[in-house]
């Protein structure tokens, strides 16, 4: 178990549709980092947040957004959802700004769109 | 980031080492050489990194050539449980500034398939 927990684990919508991940960080991580891992792309970086605010941009569809919380939780939006945004969506975080070696990651929400 | 090369797949058994490569023959001087692995579908777990001296923790050992132009993962007495995708990754010190992008975000490859058979 990293610490990192991800809502919800599966998640099944139609195309055109929005839904919302989320996901909490490990007690005291201030990064939060959002992947997307596809059958033909592999595991590729969508975006990070630290203590609240956008760090790095990675490639995240102009569809998707993501935001931090106060509470330090991050959430990773996703609109007018497309076949091809079938994917397993992880989010992972890492200690503050004097540790980013090992990021820990969640298990992960599976997303279908139908 | 400096891309790295892996073979596709390997197989070991149970018990014996795995000894994975990593060619990253681009790699510069502030780059730092990381594994992680995937376990099917669970999100990936880091390793073991480093810079140019050979590294070892509970998990595996990590030997980087003298030119930093390779490296090689060492599981030394792999189990069942280590059956994963394991991705080399190289990546700048997180802690050094530099204008254009994250120092922090981490580029997966296809990385090796290891099998461990019983």
């Known amino acids: 178990d990293s610490g990192v927990t991800q809502t919800p684990k599966h998640l099944i919508t139609a195309t055109g549709q929005r839904v919302t991940l989320r996901c909490s960080p490990r007690s005291g991580d201030l990064s939060v980092y959002w992947y997307q891992q596809s059958l033909d792309q592999g595991l590729q970086f969508l975006i990070q947040?630290?203590?609240?605010?956008?760090?790095a941009k990675g490639n995240i569809l102009e569809r998707f957004s993501a935001q931090q919380f106060p509470d330090l939780h991050s959430e990773l939006n996703l609109s007018s959802l497309e076949l091809g945004d079938s994917a397993l969506y992880f989010c992972?975080?890492?200690?503050?700004?004097?540790?980013?070696?090992?990021?820990?990651f969640g298990p992960g929400t599976r997303l279908t769109v139908l | 980031d400096a891309k790295t090369t892996q073979p596709p797949s390997m197989d070991c058994a149970e018990g014996r080492a795995a000894n994975l490569p990593c060619n990253h023959s681009?790699?510069?001087?502030?780059?730092?050489v990381y594994w992680y692995r995937q376990i099917h579908s669970q999100g990936p777990q880091y390793i073991i990194h480093g810079l140019k001296n050979n590294e070892t923790n509970e998990m595996a050992s990590l030997i980087i050539t003298e030119d930093r132009k390779s490296s090689t993962l060492i599981l030394p007495h792999a189990t069942l449980r280590d059956t994963a995708v394991y991705y080399c990754i190289v990546r700048v010190d997180p802690l050094e500034r530099y204008s254009g992008g994250s120092n922090y975000k981490l580029t997966f490859g296809k990385g090796t398939l290891l099998t461990v058979n019983p």
């Open positions: 992972a975080s890492s200690a503050g700004q004097g540790s980013y070696n090992e990021q820990f």
């Open positions: 947040y630290y203590n609240g605010e956008e760090r």
């Open positions: 681009t790699i510069s001087g502030n780059e730092y």
